[in-house]
């Protein structure tokens, strides 16, 4: 039984460039949530999906980044036209659709963007 | 808004001992979430322990339980019998429940454990 997988788990970028962070949730799991863990920091909330729907986007800079969790395959969080201050650790969590408010997310092991 | 607050940024214990970390958080809710992730080197997020606002008694897990005073707003995380393997990054977080809220974590700044041989 697989759990959050995220790919890559390593990611270079010169600057300018667009990155792009894919995140497979545990079989079942309809709710997607990404998160941002500056050098030296703890985990920052960036966005909520659910299933073709952005829920809690309140985390996210307002330009160059955008997600998504379509019906058919892994949400994919990108970064257009990536800068140096976009190198962290991003990672993404899934719950279940049925007791999304009671139950733990599930994370993955996340993926390092450099950007050079 | 909410925030929490881990005010150790290191801490060390020695083998088989037993070692507390600090977690402080700030919330006007009554009902919500506790909980303590760990983060080893390889970065995969651990969740240790969770606790329940609404329940007096304090969460246990084999060797690791939480001191939750609501009151102080303070949720511990006490490791006893210290192993090699608790060596890690451990992480406070909060989460509000109830009122359309989202399962979205606040997290606080961390504590480095170093358990020593």
């Known amino acids: 039984n697989a759990g959050v997988m995220q790919n890559p788990r390593h990611l270079v970028r010169r600057r300018g460039q667009e990155a792009r962070l894919r995140c497979s949730p545990v079989k079942g799991h309809s709710h997607v949530y990404w998160y941002r863990q500056l050098p030296e920091e703890g985990l920052k909330f960036m966005v909520y999906?659910?299933?073709?729907?952005?829920?809690?986007e309140s985390g996210m800079p307002k330009e160059r980044f955008s997600a998504e969790f379509p019906k058919e395959g892994p949400s994919i969080l990108r970064i257009q036209q990536v800068v140096r201050g976009d190198s962290a650790a991003y990672f993404c969590?899934?719950?279940?659709?049925?007791?999304?408010?009671?139950?733990?997310?599930?994370f993955g092991q996340g993926t390092r963007l450099t950007v050079v | 808004a909410q925030t929490v607050t881990q005010s150790q940024p290191e801490m060390s214990v020695q083998e088989a001992e037993t070692v507390t970390l600090s977690c402080t958080y700030d919330?006007?809710?009554?009902?919500?979430?506790l909980f303590w992730y760990k983060q080893p080197p390889s970065r995969q997020m651990i969740l240790v322990i969770r606790?329940?606002?609404?329940?007096?008694q304090n969460a246990t897990e084999n060797r690791f339980s939480v001191n939750f005073q609501k009151a102080a707003k303070s949720f511990s995380l006490k490791i006893s019998d210290s192993q090699l393997g608790d060596a890690a990054m451990y992480f406070c977080a909060y989460r509000k429940v109830g009122g359309g809220a989202t399962n979205k974590l606040i997290f606080g700044t961390g504590t480095l454990l170093a358990v020593q041989p």
């Open positions: 969590a899934s719950s279940p659709w049925d007791r999304p408010l009671n139950t733990e997310a599930f």
């Open positions: 919330t006007s809710e009554s009902d919500y979430y």
């Open positions: 999906l659910q299933k073709e729907n952005i829920i809690d």
């Open positions: 606790q329940e606002a609404y329940k007096q």
